[in-house]
């Protein structure tokens, strides 16, 4: 093995290295990747102004930040106190819901006859107790989940802090754009900041399509859920959390092979099988509905332009989580986009060929 192919190799070592510690400090300056990405959403609209009304840019800028300002706020706000109301309701009623899935699971094995599967008596009450004890294992972790969610939302002085970080980083980013890049090109090489500019440029392309695809069709799957549930629960059916339920459709939607039908298709058959079969149908049309509008949508948000087959995005958020937990989910298939624009001509060309190349 040549000294080429041994630089190629700790080049990789040192990108995926860098690549978790950059993944590791933007969870911890988190408002300012938020401020950074609001930027982008608010940009072109800041550009509009300057340009139709021959305004400066910091005019404009305050003009569209009042405005953007204003719409996050009351959504922030009206999300934050829904969500402590629906959790708070949620957590006192944890043990009752378990208490309804154990009986509901034990009822149904009441009615099968369990002679004719040549299945001992004892086998059917190892099951039960193996039943309940997942059933209790889950409503802790389903505890531990909301008491932390209502822990972080109702510390005010800390969700104050980090909501005045994020909008004064928002407002200077967008003002003060043209200052911070000339400081950039100021203090560093020229050649420096053409190949940064470069991969950057590259990385943040690529990762702009994924992630900009991801939260359309994410935000398009939670927004019909939480409109269908809220005219639902309008018209009587029993739905006590709405936003809750929404907010987990949304997540698992995002999930490649999973989507939307992971959640609704089975609570569809369970509220079927409780004997609320009008319940089911209704929940299986808003799915259809989901289905059908992801179906038109995805086509032209995606277009294929990310050029990933979903296995090998299905091997980043296994990666994912076994290093970082539940966020891996979304870290790896990042991690996997930057690692494929970064060695594009290595994929492009074969890596056995591109080492072959690199030998000779």
């Known amino acids: 093995m040549n000294r080429e192919i041994l630089k190629k190799i700790f080049i990789l070592v040192a990108l995926l290295a860098g ?87 034990r009822t149904k094995l009441s009615k099968i006859d369990f002679t004719k599967l040549q299945i001992s008596e004892d086998l059917k009450m190892i099951f039960e107790s193996s039943t309940q004890d997942v059933l209790l294992k889950l409503s802790d972790i389903v505890k531990r989940f909301f008491s932390n969610v209502l822990l972080k939302l109702t510390s005010i002085p800390t969700m104050a802090f980090y909501i005045v970080i994020t909008i004064t980083a928002l407002y200077f980013i967008c003002t003060d754009k043209i200052y911070m890049i000339d400081q950039l090109e100021h203090h560093l090489p020229q050649n420096w900041v053409k190949k940064i500019y470069k991969h950057i440029h590259g990385i943040a392309n690529a990762l702009g399509k994924y992630l900009k695809a991801q939260t359309i069709l994410v935000v398009i799957s939670f927004a019909i859920s939480l409109i269908g549930l809220l005219i639902y629960s309008l018209i009587g059916f029993n739905i006590k959390y709405p936003l ?78 076994k290093f970082c937990g539940l966020i891996g989910l979304f870290v790896g298939p990042i991690i996997l986009i930057i690692l494929k624009n970064i060695f594009e001509n290595t994929i492009d060309k074969g890596i056995f060929n591109f080492i072959k190349e690199s030998d000779s």
């Open 244 to 321: 809750l339920v929404a907010l987990g459709i949304g997540f698992v939607d995002a999930l490649p092979i999973l989507g939307s039908g992971a959640v609704m298709v089975p609570w569809a058959i369970i509220e079927a099988c409780k004997g609320d079969v009008r319940f089911g149908i209704a929940i299986l049309i808003l799915w259809i509905i989901m289905t059908v509008s992801r179906q038109i949508i995805e086509p032209k948000v995606v277009g294929g332009q990310l050029g990933i087959h979903p296995i090998f995005t299905i091997i980043s958020m296994y990666t994912g989580v």
């Open 19 to 105: 690549t978790i510690i950059a993944l590791k400090l933007a969870i911890f300056y988190m408002p300012f990747i938020i401020a950074f990405a609001l930027y982008l959403l608010i940009e072109p609209a800041i550009k509009f102004f300057m340009k139709k009304f021959k305004l400066k840019r910091k005019t404009s800028s305050v003009l569209i930040l009042i405005v953007a300002i204003s719409i996050i706020i009351g959504i922030i706000v009206w999300g934050v106190v829904t969500i402590i109301s629906e959790s708070s309701n949620l957590l006192k009623n944890l043990n009752e819901y378990v208490n309804i899935i154990y009986e509901f699971i």
